[in-house]
């Protein structure tokens, strides 16, 4: 479950909270209680959410401003979803393969997403719009001068704003999603001791490695 507390309606006074609660759940359902949207997912995202109006509205007109942006939206989607699975958020990657489909992405370009470089289906925007997406999420904003330049060739001054902007924004909601514990997020640890066999004791591992009696 969450880590945080999840917002029953009947706590919600923000217009704009229950529009979505209406909207995403139906008007006679708890999201807090009685779990799942259309996509499949819990829907927890909106009820932790509702924790602030101030930080809800905030994320909504975010997701209203990334559809208005003047850039290919298959091109958004293809940020959006490397930067789900750069940040390893399994919620980010799910939801925008699911999008991607929506827009007529083929099928062959989104299962090649997580190894992208060895893929041939990518063109060259595509590709660079992909290597940005890592700079960004895997390498801290160190973008290579050759990749921006072939962003530069494909699209406006615009355009590239828009595609970082949504892109960051992406990372984070991948970030906040899996410290939260939210949506497909909501999972254990994956790093944790395989324990030694029983009887293993105190035995000096390294000792073996090194040959030593």
Known sequence: MPRLREVPRAEVTDERILFFYD???????????????????????????????????????????????????????????????????????SQHCKQMRALGMPEEKIQAIPHWQTADCYDRLERAVLAYTDGIVLDGGRVADEIFAVLKEHLSDQEILALTYITCLYEMHATMSKVLRLEFDDRPEPVTEVAAPEGYGARDISADLAGEN
Not at 68 to 73: E, F, G, I, K, S
């Open 23 to 93: 909207r995403l759940f139906a008007p006679d359902r708890d999201p807090a209680v009685d779990h799942g949207t259309a996509t499949g997912t819990p829907g927890d995202w909106w009820t932790v959410f509702a924790q602030d109006p101030d930080v809800f509205r905030h994320a909504v007109r975010g997701f209203a401003l990334y559809r208005n942006a003047r850039l290919d939206p298959l091109l958004r989607e293809l940020g959006q979803c490397r930067a789900g699975w750069a940040r390893g958020s399994q919620f980010v990657f």
